[in-house]
């Protein structure tokens, strides 16, 4: 079975741009989980989105934003990229949206220079 | 305070060697506790889950305490690919949903 896919890979841009990046859970899972891993540091939660609704936000600014679509896939925007943008984004899926394990993608590294 | 807390390392140890690795974590209405695994430049991995009995896999043992707020992972018999940072997790509810609470991890590396 295919895992969480991410695209693309690797992207670079410029300060002030804008930036999408996409998700495919696991077959069957219904929740996707956006996180933020700067160089040294654990992954910071961004959202979370389980049948298309936000059911959670970490402290990040306003210009981040996601949306889930219907076959569960999700797209994670950040509008007027600054240096600090730069980092991995990890998504990760689950079944549900409740307390259980989830599982990783390989991640999209961002570079804003 | 940090709401998971870990030694970021590195703990550098000879292979065959038994290392320990601790966390602390603030919210004591969490619900559930991992270990991951990220190898360098690579997405997270589940090494395993971590329960107040105690639960070992293998080489890997993790223990819980719940009244201390404190988790554990033990390795035994360390091997050169065991080396990696080791992501104390902390899964809790937002209202809507759950999330993973990282620590910055531990970074292991096990030398010939």
């Known amino acids: 079975d295919a895992g969480v896919t991410q695209s693309p890979t690797h992207l670079i841009k410029t300060r002030g741009q804008h930036v999408t990046l996409r998700c495919s859970p696991i077959?069957?899972?219904?929740?996707v989980s956006w996180y933020q891993q700067v160089l040294g540091q654990g992954p910071q939660f961004i959202f979370q989105?389980?049948?298309?609704?936000?059911?959670g936000r970490g402290n990040f600014p306003d210009r981040f934003s996601a949306r889930q679509f219907p076959n569960y896939s999700s797209e994670l925007n950040v509008n007027a990229l600054l240096l600090g943008d730069s980092a991995l984004y990890l998504c990760?899926?689950?079944?549900?949206?409740?307390?259980?394990?989830?599982?990783f993608g390989p991640g999209t590294r961002l570079l804003v220079l | 305070r940090k709401e998971v807390e870990q030694d970021p390392g590195p703990f550098n140890v000879p292979e065959g060697a038994t290392v320990a690795f601790n966390c602390t974590y603030s919210n004591s209405a969490s619900q559930s506790f991992f270990w991951y695994r990220q190898d360098c430049r690579k997405e997270p991995k589940l090494l395993m889950s971590v329960y107040s009995s105690g639960n070992e896999d293998g080489r890997f043992t993790a223990q819980l305490n719940r009244a201390s707020q404190y988790i554990s992972l033990l390795i035994r018999d360390s091997k050169l690919s065991d080396s990696a940072t080791y992501l104390c997790?902390?899964?809790?509810?937002?209202?809507?949903?759950?999330?993973?609470?990282f620590g910055t991890g531990t970074q292991l590396k096990v030398e010939l």
């Open positions: 989105y389980y049948e298309k609704e936000e059911r």
């Open positions: 990760a899926s689950s079944f549900t949206r409740v307390v259980e394990t989830q599982y």
């Open positions: 997790v902390v899964n809790g509810l937002t209202g809507g949903g759950n999330k993973l609470t």
């Open positions: 077959s069957g899972h219904k929740s």
